[in-house]
T-cell receptor, first 115, second 116 residues
Framework: GAVVSQHPSWVICKSGTSVKIECRSLDFQATTMFWYRQFPKQSLMLMAT?????????EQGVEKDKFLINHASLTLSTLTVTSAHPEDSSFYIC???????????FGDGTRLSIL | AQKITQTQPGMFVQEKEAVTLDCTYD???????LFWYKQPSSGEMIFLIYQGSYDEQNATEGRYSLNFQKARKSANLVISASQLGDSAMYFC?????????????WGAGTKLIIKP
């Protein structure tokens, strides 16, 4: 149980394009979803938290207009990197948890490379 | 101040030996949870084990156990009989009772390499 699917797993695109990453909880209702960014050989950096049906809560220093998060249902959240540039290249990983502070379960991550 | 400290950036361990990965934490909350996750080179984060601050017994999950010493604020992960497949990054994380949205606070990680 507690499977989270993240898609795509790898994206290479040109500078200036927008990229959408999906995060789905397959067998449970994800009350809260988290989006992280991870630089090489570093720990996870929380970008934003989203609760179903509410606006996402962004961490300090994360541009809301750059990283659009939508959590329209209890099983799906999306992260859109708008007008991506090479400095946005990174590993992005989502996690989901059920109600009452259950453990976070992670997707497999998305490697984003902007040329 | 660091809330989660993993003092070992990297470790080499011989296959079949036991290994202890250190984690110390800092919180003023009485109620909190401690987690360990494994991240192989492929990138996915795998939940290993959880310890609640009020749990009297140390958590165990198969070859993983958590050596919880509350007074010392340490939550070390012990892997018994290590295997080549255990080579990965290991992250310790904490969730405080009043954390917004039950957010996790992450340590810097320990890179574990198992030698054949």
């Amino acid at each position: 149980g507690a499977v989270v699917s993240q898609h795509p797993s790898w994206v290479i695109c040109k500078s200036g394009t927008s990229v959408k990453i999906e995060c789905r909880s397959l067998d449970f209702q994800a009350t809260t979803m988290f989006w992280y960014r991870q630089f090489p050989k570093q720990s996870l950096m929380l970008m934003a938290t989203s609760n179903e049906g509410s606006k996402a809560t962004y961490e300090q220093g994360v541009e809301k207009d750059k990283f659009l998060i939508n959590h329209a249902s209890l099983t799906l959240s999306t992260l859109t990197v708008t007008s991506a540039h090479p400095e946005d290249s990174s590993f992005y990983i989502c996690s989901a948890s059920g109600s009452g502070g259950q453990p976070q379960h992670f997707g497999d991550g998305t490697r984003l490379s902007i040329l | 101040a660091q809330k989660i400290t993993q003092t070992q950036p990297g470790m080499f361990v011989q296959e079949k030996e036991a290994v202890t990965l250190d984690c110390t934490y800092d919180t003023s909350d009485q109620s909190y949870g401690l987690f360990w996750y494994k991240q192989p080179s492929s990138g996915e984060m795998i939940f290993l084990i959880y310890q609640g601050s009020y749990d009297e017994q140390n958590a165990t999950e198969g070859r993983y156990s958590l050596n919880f010493q509350k007074a010392r604020k340490s939550a070390n992960l012990v892997i018994s009989a290590s295997q080549l497949g255990d080579s990965a990054m290991y992250f310790c994380a904490m969730r405080e009772l009043y954390a917004r949205n039950y957010q996790l606070i992450w340590g810097a990680g320990t890179k574990l390499i198992i030698k054949p």
